[in-house]
Antibody, heavy 117, light 111 residues
Framework: EVQLVESGGGLVQPGGSLRLSCAAS????????MNWVRQAPGKGLEWVSY????????YYADSVKGRFTNSRDNAKNSLYLQVNSLRAEDTAVYYC??????????WGQGTLVTVSS | QSALTQPASVSGSPGQSITISCTGT?????????VSWYQQHPGKGPKLMIY???KRPSGVSNRFSGSKSGNTASLTISGLQAEDEAEYYC???????????FGTGTEVTVL
C-alpha cells in the first residue's frame, strides 16, 4: 500500500522558515516523480513544486520561486521542502504527492503550515 | 497560470446523474490528454478518481466517468450516492515548467 506521511508543519512568524518532510513507503520511491501541492484554508489546490525521480530536475510555482527548495533522499525514501521567507499567504496544508505520466496518483494527508505573528 | 474554472456547486438526488465541467485554455486542457479528477472529503487528502481524461484507477466505481472536448473536461457521476458528497477538483498537466494547474473546485451535494 502506498503511504505518504508529511511532517514538519507548525506555527511560524512571517519571515521564518520550516523544513517539511514526507516519508514514503509501499513503493520504490526512487522510481517516481514527486510533487508538493498546497491548499490554503477553505481554498483550492495549488501546485508548488515538482522533482524528478533522480532529483536532477526541479520546478517551482512562481509564487514560491526563490523562497522554497524541493529535495529528496532516495536512500531514505524521503521528500523535503525547505520553506523560507514565509508570508501570511503561504498558510496552507502542504501535501506530498506521487506522480507518474503527468498525473498525480497518490497524496498524503498533509501538514499544516500557519504563518502568523 | 490561472486556475481551471469549475462550477462552485452541483447537487443531485440519490440515483441521479450529475456532470461537473472544467474549463481551461489551449495551454493546458486543450493541449494535453492529462486531465485528472480528484475527490476530497473534509480534512482528508485528495483521492484520484479519473486520469488521462477518462481512465479509472483500480478500485474506483464505474459510476465515475470523464470526457473532454476542446478546452473543457467533464466528470460525470451516475447513480449518485450519499458517499459521493465531497469536493471535486480537476487538474491538467500544463507543460514541463508550470506542471500542474488545478480547478477551482466543485462542492457536490446529495439532496
Amino acid at each position: 500500500e502506498v503511504q505518504l506521511v508529511e511532517s514538519g508543519g507548525g506555527l511560524v512568524q512571517p519571515g521564518g522558515s520550516l523544513r517539511l518532510s514526507c516519508a514514503a513507503s509501499g513503493f520504490t520511491f526512487s522510481s517516481f516523480e514527486m510533487n508538493w501541492v498546497r491548499q490554503a484554508p477553505g481554498k483550492g489546490l495549488e501546485w508548488v513544486s515538482y522533482i524528478s525521480s533522480s532529483g536532477s530536475s526541479i520546478y517551482y510555482a512562481d509564487s514560491v520561486k526563490g523562497r522554497f527548495t524541493n529535495s529528496r533522499d532516495n536512500a531514505k525514501n524521503s521528500l523535503y521542502l525547505q520553506v523560507n521567507s514565509l508570508r501570511a499567504e503561504d498558510t496552507a496544508v502542504y501535501y506530498c504527492a506521487r506522480a507518474q505520466m503527468a498525473t498525480i496518483h497518490y497524496w498524503g494527508q498533509g501538514t499544516l503550515v500557519t504563518v502568523s505573528s | 497560470q490561472s486556475a481551471l474554472t469549475q462550477p462552485a456547486s452541483v447537487s443531485g438526488s440519490p440515483g441521479q446523474s450529475i456532470t461537473i465541467s472544467c474549463t481551461g485554455t489551449s495551454s493546458d486542457v486543450g493541449s494535453y490528454n492529462f486531465v485528472s479528477w480528484y475527490q476530497q472529503h473534509p480534512g482528508k487528502g485528495p483521492k484520484l478518481m479519473i486520469y488521462e481524461v477518462s481512465k479509472r484507477p483500480s478500485g474506483v466505481s464505474n459510476r465515475f466517468s470523464g470526457s473532454k472536448s476542446g478546452n473543457t473536461a467533464s466528470l460525470t457521476i451516475s447513480g449518485l450516492q450519499a458517499e459521493d458528497e465531497a469536493e471535486y477538483y480537476c487538474c491538467s498537466y500544463a507543460g514541463s515548467d508550470t506542471w500542474y494547474v488545478f480547478g477551482t473546485g466543485t462542492e457536490v451535494t446529495v439532496l
